[in-house]
């Protein structure tokens, strides 16, 4: 689906006359360590290689906001609940990415930005997972409860190399060659998350 999917519907696109192709790729396409990282490194390669079509292809961590599922959702409901989290000992650095951020982005893309270039985007300077439950609990109004657990340990959890692995976006080609700025900051983002997450009666 990533690589077929993708050059199917950028040759669509040529055929209709069309040749800006806005791509959203994935952080893990720049060191691909899995079969994700892999098929999106793969579809990149596809769509700089058509003839005629012009692409830029985004490069976005992990994004947030109204709506998100799966794991930010259940580290928010996790601080949200006042529940004891083993992630005090842990050093790492992630990048985010708020979905409002990515929006503008995306816009700044379709009119300002040459063909056939590649961006990381992201919200600004990466956090690590003690200070990201932290700002949650700021953003939630309750305070994050970590305690110290060897990460070494929790890398061997399910899920547990995405709480312990660092993983940072280079975004200063974006910044520099468009003049991007994230219209929000990674409080305002986390804010807005919160406060959907409470509308939905959470």
Known sequence: ??????????????????????????????????????????????????????????????????????????????????????????????????????????????SGAPGSRIYGVADGAPLSTPELCRALGRALGRPARLWPFPPALLRLAPGGARLVDSLVVDDSALRSELGWRPPCSIEEGLRHTAAWYRAQGR
Request: net charge positive; glycine share 6%.
């Open 1 to 110: 689906m990533n690589v077929e999917g993708t050059i199917a519907q950028a040759r669509a696109a040529l055929a209709a006359g069309t040749r800006r192709f806005i791509y959203l790729s994935s952080a893990k396409a720049a060191s691909p360590d899995d079969a994700y990282g892999h098929a999106k490194r793969i579809a990149e390669q596809a769509l700089m290689a058509l003839p005629g079509l012009e692409p830029v292809i985004l490069r976005p961590p992990l994004v947030y906001g109204p709506r998100v599922k799966a794991n930010f959702l259940a580290l928010l409901r996790a601080v949200d609940r006042g529940w004891p989290l083993p992630l005090a000992s842990i050093r790492n650095r992630r990048s985010l990415l708020y979905l409002g951020n990515l929006i503008d982005a995306i816009q700044r893309c379709l």
